[in-house]
């Protein structure tokens, strides 16, 4: 407390007297260094309430600086000694820059510590002592005082102020600096500290640290701290000035340390106020990288914080700098380039990064001035890898200060990148790539040109660089459309070739004359890039030229060179035909001279190679003449004519039979106007192909003809001649040609449709023609149906491609010319692959059943002269090019391709194909869609999609649609996944296709579909093959064999003898058909919501909560499907959630209690999902029953239902926990959310009978009650630790209780496993919560709590239980106090009786140790209450158990309230002294400890308690309890050992009882009564022998004794000769020999015949009742010494042959060596008594008397293997030969044995000592003398 009285107002005392108060504080802190423990400080705010100076803002402030200058000071013993400051030479070009950059000083101008670095006069080497680091020169003689602390003390004044800081709770932001210099401290006590301070309390290594970084007066402080103060100027030469410049010297603060520095450049990286505090970053930078102290990991440091600086300084604040930063950044890149060392390479690294930073904040700097760019492009290619990952991350950063920039710099950008997309470095042609495209706009030519050459690169990352340079850019989310502009494609070309010579002289070559051998100008792939990007760019010209762009097809002719690869001629042969199909005329004019230079093409490797190759021939046949167009038809038709296969190979015959189809397609146009001889040569030799040998062959000649079929009826010759006119007459009536061919010419050979109403643009535009031509057109029709049927052959093959080459023929000669002789072959053919399971037919034969039905949406001039490869694929394309420019289109393109195909047809024909549609929507619609069998029925909703979208506005169909429609709903709940989702777009086309009423009709289905109602069920016949289930859902039957078909499913139950399973199996299907109905109506819907349009919004409340369900089904299709709806319908998802939360929550609650597993799963997951980052206001409605279905879903029978209620409590959990928390919820919600989920927890989670469930809901509870404060938890306090104390018996396993009953069977402690199970609760989240629920409790939540609690200790089940209640009761007392006083009552009566009923120790033990802890707050009457209940428990009769809970009770209390025990001291201890001699020995351990603690002096106590004991132990002697009246003659003995004066008075009332209590019946302990008679005789034998009373006389204490030897019990007998021993030794003062002679003298020779009696007999005469046996003779022997002893001469005399004649007996052989050492002491004391009564010498008699001794003496002076025998022996003889003047008196034999004895020993024994103390008795034998000096060394022996 000086401290605190020392700094209380310092702030008010006088600057003269603060330091020295200051340095008298940190010194009393010296005590803390090593602080006591934590529960002696007290809390943090206990401990800052002592110390008031610490509210005081002011004063806290002064301790604070004082502190902080303390922590900077070191002794001079740990400074270096440093040369003078006049001799540093600082580094003039840093001040200099300082000085430019900032205005100022130059703060970094100094030596290495900075400044003056002399306490002492500067020159003379070795210099004086610096100034510490962060120190001036007058802050040491502050700190220092009168003489410098030694390091041992500075460290313990350091410690002292941390822990203080700490012990106080200081504000970490006024402490920062502290721990942090500390941290930086040499001494490493105080950095370790430090860095734990740091770490605890500012939490700097967290994403939140605790002091704010963001404060600028913490800032300012660390900078001031890293910087110190400006140093001053030089001082002028006048005195006064001199002075004053002095004392400023003095006050200038150094910089800190090394160390120090580097942990505050830390920290600046971590705040943005540091970043911002100019010009003070500045100059720290510049410290960092150029002051004369700094380090390598300092320069890394601070450009480290450069960086820093660079993104979060404010512009108004780096503006004013940043051309010197840059300035200088670029001079240190520059210094040291040639420094390979990794901290110099680590600088350069931040040096880079920190340019790019500098680029992105202040880019007008860099815009004007390419050189940086070039620097650092030429880095690229000389920096070592480990800085080229920082440089090609500053390059890619740097870029965005260039991407304004023009003018000449925007050119030398241009040349720079255009050098470095070549460099032979890799990082230098990525950022080439990188620039480019960030650069530039789109259309900038020179840059896609850069994209070119780097999607030919060898690495893959330049690659897909430069390939995302020639995509259009996609707008950023959020941004508004933009346009995206191609560069023209002429400027493309044009820059092309200027970059290449060889591409310019290829366009100025005459068309195919270039030579194919040369190299290609640019690498394969880029030159493919090259090309993709110039069909784009072509594509999306706004208008194209009249004729076709020559340099560019220069370009496309030179990727076609012979060492091009594959993809490249593919490539270029495309945009070739591109070219020809927009301008034909132009292009064969251009290329017709060059047929043999495309015909080479025919046999390229590559079979779209091949196809475009023959497509262009096609249209180069618009320019050649038509002998010439007849020589090459001949020359295609010779290669494959000859049926030699070897003669040609495959591609050249593919190719040229794919270039006959085009050329013969063109030829029937009439331009060129060949021959019909020519074209039937041709037809003739393509129908022969058709069964070549080659099935692959054979279908290239089946599309070629279905290519010519496209421009009217085949030229096939005829069978007879229809007329004999003149040629040139039947080539003007009998030429087949289409309608178009009679029609008006177009300029490019194309023909104009003239549409006569809506019916003849919708089916094939039928045309009346005159009889000739009619007469024609019968004639043809005979021959062109000829090839149909080979065609449908080809329909069978094995091959896909064969079977889609064929189908794909037979639609387009259909298309042609619609007869019935090519339609009824060729529809049965293309009907009969409706058993095809191959996808790609199935779209095949439904293109090629349109082509058929007529009307589809291609003109043959498109499929003729484009890349056309299907309908959907012109169609997509189409609709793409139309998305992303619906201006856009080729201004030169047939008009015809605009309109649909129309067939050759007559009056006849048009109704054959009428018919023949009729047909196709009949096979369809009534027979395919619902066939038995899936995969026909999958064919059929193909085709029939394939009708509707490409001929769907057909008179035909149009009529149909609500057929149709109703057909897609059908196949939505079809097995197959191709099915559902090929109907769900056809419901999509059919709703486009259908006006307003039909529109709603299918929205209305769809939305029953979706929600589960039952949809229109049509009845579809069942065959045995018919597949109910797909393959594997419904395992293996049990034979083995597939569960699928309706045959397999009836087999089965016919098997089980369950006919009605079969029902069962079809109910099963029909719920897996309305899943499948549910997926396929998404798909169906996700493409109609795009339509629909607001004509949803009826739906959307009723569809949004299942549709929110169904995108967690647990099946992935249905998942799937149902997203697709979901991404359609909600254009926002959030919002629409956020809107529709309470109906999405009711759905996903109702399904979660569901029949069907797949929808409780579902809801579990999707409710998952749905709770994230919900607030209370959403939930309050709904928590209760979120949890109550959670709980059933964790006990769900369905394993993933399981699992996925697993993963939702977790998420349920986590949010009711920040629910409850009022850190994150206000304290109103939290409070709210803790009773609604509280109470639930409590009632339904921990009394549910499901384990897990049980486990969750506690789980929940404890960390429920750790989140929330006591305000949200006091009003559940009761209930909830009521709860817990349940549940600490309730969650054990059950198998602990059997292994505990079992415990004493399998050798276990049942103690120690009831204290192993206790210890468990303990640490279990129940025992954590109710330690919480204690602290949280307070008077008023006691009011409540404590009945219940109280009726829980009574009733509890459970050892966990009953002694959680206990420990509950103790925490609560504990931390309630006071406040617990008016309820320690009821909770006192409530343990005592709970644990007299109680038969667990441990148990009893916890109750004991409870009712202690509350009787401390007891009142005095209450806990005299208790002590009595207790010493009544062990004085009233009752078992161990009552007597042992009151030693808990009394011991407890003595521990836990010392001073409430004390008051019944008196009470208790008496009893103690009696109980600890308690026969149960942990009874009495535990009375003993009472003892023991409650006295100090056992003499003192007993005097003090003597009074009460005596009565006490009477009560004892007198119990009728055993167990009492054994103790109690125990404690007597203990008393009499140690009762000294006081017992006297008390002797003959207690000799009394005992007399009393001897005689009667004889039970288990009672030999303790005689001990403790014998020991009460010992202690006070004066009191016996003066009583008055005969009842306690010493004749009476003995008559007793005597009479117990005559009891038959060999043990009390034994203790009654043990206790007479002692007895008689005690009353040595009187003769009791003849009241003890006569028992006792008759037991030696009692003993003698026993032993020679038979054993046997010895046997049955022990086990006898009624015999008496010898009383036993060790005892006996000691006994009778004792009584001899006290022996008067008269008694001896009298006596003394009796006594003879015993021990005569006693040494007979036989006994042992103990009675025989007895017998011997008796014969000693027989022989000194004797000489004792005779005056002179020995009579006679009593010669005679010790005589007959002597034999038994010697016999005993023989026995060599006892040392104390035969000492003993020896010593008896000496005191005989004594007696008899050494031997004279004894007869003459008897001094002959006796003397060879003594030779004998005197020669063979061992010992020493024995053989000298024979030789002495030896002597005294031959000269008589006496020899009585026992042996001094018999204990050696």
């Known amino acids: 407390m000086q401290v605190s009285k020392l700094l209380k107002n310092i702030s008010n005392q006088s600057p003269q007297h603060q330091p020295i108060l200051l340095r008298l504080a940190v010194v009393g802190l010296e005590g803390l260094a090593h602080p006591p423990p934590k529960h002696q400080l007290g809390t943090e705010e206990e401990f800052a309430a002592r110390y008031p100076f610490l509210q005081n803002a002011r004063d806290r402030s002064l301790f604070l600086g004082f502190a902080a200058k303390i922590m900077l000071y070191q002794p001079p013993a ?92 200081m504000d970490p932001n006024e402490a920062l600096l502290l721990y942090l210099i500390a941290a930086a401290d040499p001494q490493d006590a105080v950095s370790r500290r430090g860095e734990e301070l740091l770490r605890k309390r500012c939490g700097l290594d967290s994403p939140k640290p605790s002091v704010n970084l963001e404060d600028p007066a913490l800032i300012s402080k660390l900078f001031h701290l890293f910087q110190g103060s400006p140093e001053p100027q030089a001082a002028s030469t006048t005195q006064p000035a001199a002075a004053a410049a002095t004392a400023v010297a003095d006050s200038h603060v150094l910089p800190a340390g090394v160390l120090l520095q580097s942990r505050l450049m830390s920290l600046f990286t971590k705040s943005t106020a540091a970043a911002n505090h100019f010009p003070g970053t500045i100059q720290v930078i510049l410290s960092c990288v150029y002051g004369p102290t700094t380090t390598a990991r300092l320069k890394q440091q601070g450009m480290e914080f450069a960086v820093w600086v660079f993104k979060h300084a404010e512009d108004a604040q780096l503006q004013p700098h940043s051309a010197t930063i840059l300035q200088k950044l670029l001079q240190l890149l520059n210094e040291d380039s040639a420094a390979s060392d990794t901290p110099t390479l680590t600088l350069r690294g931040f040096t880079y990064q920190a340019l790019g930073q500098l680029a992105k904040r202040s880019p007008q700097l860099f815009q004007k001035d390419s050189d940086i760019a070039a620097q650092f492009f030429s880095a690229l290619s000389v920096e070592p890898p480990g800085v080229r990952a920082a440089l090609q991350e500053a390059v890619s950063t740097l870029a965005s200060a260039y991407k304004d920039c023009s003018g000449d710099a925007a050119a030398r950008i241009e040349q720079l990148l255009l050098g470095s997309i070549t460099s032979p470095q890799e990082a230098s042609r990525l950022c080439s790539a990188q620039w480019a495209n960030r650069l530039f706009p789109f259309q900038h030519v020179p840059a896609r040109y850069i994209c070119m050459l780097a999607t030919g690169d060898a690495k893959l990352e330049i690659r897909e660089e430069g390939q995302g340079g020639l995509n259009p850019p996609k707008p950023q989310p959020g941004a508004p459309q933009v346009q995206v502009t191609y560069p023209p494609l002429a400027a493309m070309v044009a820059y092309i070739q200027s970059r290449h010579a060889a591409l310019k002289q290829a366009a100025n070559s005459p068309r195919g004359s270039m030579d194919m051998t040369k190299q290609l100008p640019l690498a394969p792939k880029a030159y493919l890039a090259l090309i993709a990007f110039l069909r784009e760019c072509r594509s999306k010209q706004e208008a194209q030229p009249d004729a076709p762009p020559q340099e560019y097809l220069g370009i496309l002719e030179h ?55 023959g497509k262009l021939c096609g249209i180069v046949m618009l320019a050649v003449r038509p002998s010439q167009a007849e020589t090459f038809l001949t020359d295609l038709t010779s290669a494959f004519a000859d049926q030699d296969l070897k003669k040609h190979k495959f591609e050249l015959q593919d190719g040229h039979l794919a270039a006959t189809g085009y050329v013969l397609a063109q030829s029937m146009t009439g331009q060129p106007a060949i021959s019909r001889e020519a074209q039937q040569q041709a037809t003739t030799a393509l129908s022969d192909a058709l069964t070549h040998s080659q099935h692959a062959l054979a279908a290239t000649a089946a599309a070629a003809l279905g290519h010519a079929g496209l421009r009217g009826a085949l030229p096939l010759p005829q069978p007879t001649p229809a007329s004999s006119s003149p040629p040139h007459e039947k080539d003007s009536s009998m030429d087949v040609v289409p309608p178009s061919a009679k029609r008006p010419r177009s300029p490019d050979g194309g023909t104009t449709t003239t549409q006569s109403g809506g019916a003849s643009a919708g089916n094939g535009a039928v045309e009346v023609v005159d009889s000739s031509e009619a007469a024609t057109s019968d004639a ?15 329909m069978k093959d094995k091959d896909v491609k064969v079977v889609q080459k064929a189908a794909t023929a037979a639609g387009h000669i259909c298309a042609g010319h619609a007869v019935k002789g090519n339609l009824d072959p060729a529809l049965e053919g293309l009907f009969a692959l409706g058993f095809n399971k191959n996808e790609d037919v199935l779209f095949t034969v439904g293109e090629a059943l349109c082509f058929a039905f007529g009307g589809v949406p291609v003109s043959a001039d498109i499929v003729l002269r484009s890349s056309f490869l299907s309908i959907a694929t012109w169609l997509n394309s189409k609709q793409a090019s139309s998305a992303a420019d619906a201006s856009e289109g080729p201004q030169d393109m047939d008009t015809d391709s605009a309109q649909p195909l129309t067939a050759s047809t007559s009056g006849e024909a048009g109704s054959e194909q009428s018919a023949a549609q009729d047909e196709i929507i009949k096979k369809v619609m009534q027979e395919l869609v619902f066939h038995s069998r899936a995969e026909v029925r999958c064919a059929g909703c193909v085709w029939l999609l394939s009708l509707v979208s490409y001929t769907g506005k057909h008179p035909k169909l149009m009529p149909l649609l609500p057929e149709i429609q109703e057909a897609f709903s059908h196949l939505l709940g079809d097995q197959n996944e191709l099915t559902q989702e090929m109907a769900s777009r056809g419901m999509s086309v059919v709703y486009s296709l259908g006006d307003e009423s039909a529109q709603k009709q299918l929205l209305d289905g769809l939305m029953g579909v979706l929600q589960g109602g039952a949809r229109k069920k049509r009845a579809v016949k069942l065959t045995g093959e018919t597949q109910v289930f797909e393959e594997g859902s419904m395992g293996e039957a049990p034979g083995g064999g597939s569960l699928s078909t309706y045959k397999e499913l009836c087999a089965l139950a016919t098997d089980m003898g369950q006919p009605d399973l079969v029902y069962r199996f079809m109910d099963l299907a029909n719920h897996h058909a309305s899943l499948n109905s549910s997926r396929g109506a998404a798909f169906g819907f996700a493409s109609i919501a795009k339509l629909a349009g607001e004509q949803l919004g009826p739906y959307i409340a009723n569809l949004v909560p299942k549709l929110y369900r169904y995108q967690y089904d647990p099946n992935a299709r249905v998942r799937d499907s149902m997203s697709h709806i979901w991404r ?434 004889l039970w288990e302990g009672k030999e303790g009564m005689l001990a403790a008679l014998a020991a009460l005789c010992k202690a006070a034998p004066q009191a016996v022998m003066s009583s008055s009373q005969p009842s306690s006389s010493s004749e009476a204490v003995v008559e007793a004794l005597m009479t117990a030897l005559a009891r038959k019990k060999q043990a009390y007998r034994q203790a009654a000769l043990e206790a007479l021993q002692v007895v008689l030794e005690a009353f040595s003062q009187e003769d009791h020999f003849e009241a003890v002679a006569g028992p006792l003298l008759g037991t030696p020779l009692q003993h003698t015949q026993a032993a020679s009696s038979s054993t046997q007999a010895g046997k049955e005469e022990e086990e006898a009742e009624d015999k008496e046996r010898p009383l036993p003779l060790l005892p006996t022997l000691k006994a009778l010494l004792a009584a001899w002893s006290a022996a008067s001469s008269a008694t001896a005399a009298k006596h003394a042959e009796h006594m003879a004649g015993a021990l005569k007996e006693a040494l007979q052989p036989g006994f042992s060596w103990q009675a025989h050492v007895a017998a011997l002491q008796a014969t000693q004391a027989l022989t000194t008594k004797l000489q004792g009564s005779d005056t002179k010498q020995l009579s006679k008699e009593n010669t005679t008397v010790i005589s007959g001794l002597i034999p038994g003496v010697l016999r005993a002076a023989q026995d060599v293997k006892i040392a104390q025998l035969q000492t003993t022996a020896l010593d008896t003889l000496a005191a005989m030969l004594k007696a008899t003047s050494g031997g004279k008196a004894l007869p003459s034999e008897l001094r002959a044995a006796i003397q060879q004895q003594l030779s004998i020993t005197a020669a063979e024994h061992k010992s020493s000592a024995v053989k000298a103390r024979a030789i002495e008795i030896k002597a005294c034998l031959n000269d008589g003398n006496s020899a009585d000096a026992p042996m001094k060394d018999a204990g050696a022996l």
Request: glycine letters at 8%.
């Open 78 to 169: 740990l400074l270096p000694r440093v040369m003078p400051a006049a001799a540093q030479n600082p580094s003039e070009a840093l001040g200099q820059l300082i000085q430019s950059s900032i205005g100022g000083g130059n703060p970094l101008a100094r030596g290495p510590s900075g400044g003056s670095l002399s306490r002492g006069s500067s020159g003379g080497a070795p210099g004086p002592i610096p100034t510490p680091p962060g120190l001036a020169k007058q802050d040491v003689g502050v700190v220092e005082g009168k003489a410098a602390p030694s390091v041992s003390v500075l460290q313990k004044r350091k410690l002292g102020i941390l822990n203080f800081t700490a012990a106080a709770g």
């Open 559 to 613: 990727a076609m060179v012979k060492d091009a690869p594959g993809e490249l001629h593919v490539a270029a042969i495309q945009a070739m035909l591109e070219v020809g199909g927009d301008h034909p005329h132009p292009f064969a004019a251009l290329y017709q001279g060059h047929l043999t230079w495309l015909k080479a093409f025919l046999s390229h490797t590559d079979a779209t190679a091949r196809d475009a190759a």
């Open 780 to 794: 043809a029709s005979a021959s062109d149906t000829s090839v149909m049927p080979k065609i449908v052959a080809l």
């Open 1128 to 1561: 359609a319908l909600v254009a926002e998802p959030k919002k629409t959630v956020d809107e529709h939360f309470g109906a999405i929550l009711k759905e996903l609650l109702k399904e979660m209690g569901g029949r069907l597993w797949r929808n409780r799963e579902a809801s579990c997951n999707a409710l998952s999902d749905l709770l994230q980052g919900r607030r209370w206001p959403e939930l309050k409605p709904w928590l209760s029953d979120i949890w109550s279905m959670v709980l059933r879903a964790v006990d769900d029978i369905k394993e993933s239902v399981r699992a996925a209620a697993a993963v939702l409590v977790k998420t349920l959990r986590n949010l009711t926990l920040r629910l409850c928390d009022p850190q994150v919820t206000p304290p109103g919600e939290a409070g709210e959310a803790v009773g609604l989920a509280l109470p639930l927890m409590l009632e339904k989670g921990v009394t549910s009978q499901v384990a897990e469930v049980r486990g969750l809901a506690l789980d929940t509870i404890a960390k429920m009650v750790k989140a929330a404060g006591p305000p949200q938890i006091q009003p559940h306090l009761a209930d909830l630790s009521i709860t817990m104390l349940e549940s600490l018996s309730g969650m054990e396993d059950s198998r602990l209780n059997y292994v505990e009953q079992h415990a004493e069977r399998i050798g276990l402690d049942s103690d120690k496993l009831e204290s192993l199970r206790v210890s468990a609760s303990k640490a279990s989240p129940m025992g954590d919560t109710l330690d919480l629920c204690a602290r949280y409790a307070d008077s008023k939540t006691l009011e409540e709590m404590v009945p219940k609690l109280c009726g829980l200790v009574k009733r509890g089940i459970g050892l966990n239980t009953r002694t959680g209640c206990a420990r509950f009761i103790t925490a609560l007392t504990t931390r309630q106090g006071a406040d617990i006083k008016p309820h320690t009552a009821a909770f006192i009566k409530a343990l005592v009786t709970a644990a007299r009923a109680e038969k667990s120790t441990t148990v009893q033990r916890a109750y004991a140790q409870a009712a202690a802890t509350v009787a401390k707050y007891s009142s005095e009457a209450r806990v005299a209450k208790l002590v009595e209940e207790a010493v009544s428990m062990y004085t009233t009769p009752g078992d161990r158990e009552a007597r042992l809970l009151s030693s808990m009770i009394i011991r407890e209390l003595q521990k836990q309230a010392a001073e409430a025990f004390a008051g019944q001291a008196s009470q208790v201890m008496p009893l103690a002294f009696i109980a600890k001699s308690d026969e149960d020995p942990g009874v009495g351990g535990l009375w003993g400890e009472i003892w023991e603690e409650g006295t100090t002096s056992l003499s003192a106590a007993l005097r003090l308690y003597m009074p009460d004991l005596v009565p006490l132990i009477t009560a004892g002697l007198t119990s009728q309890q055993w167990g009492q009246k054994k103790a109690a003659a125990k404690s007597l003995a203990d008393l009499a050992e140690a009762g000294g004066d006081a017992l006297p008075p008390h002797t003959p009332t207690l000799i009394s009882t005992i007399l009393q209590e001897l005689p009667g019946r």
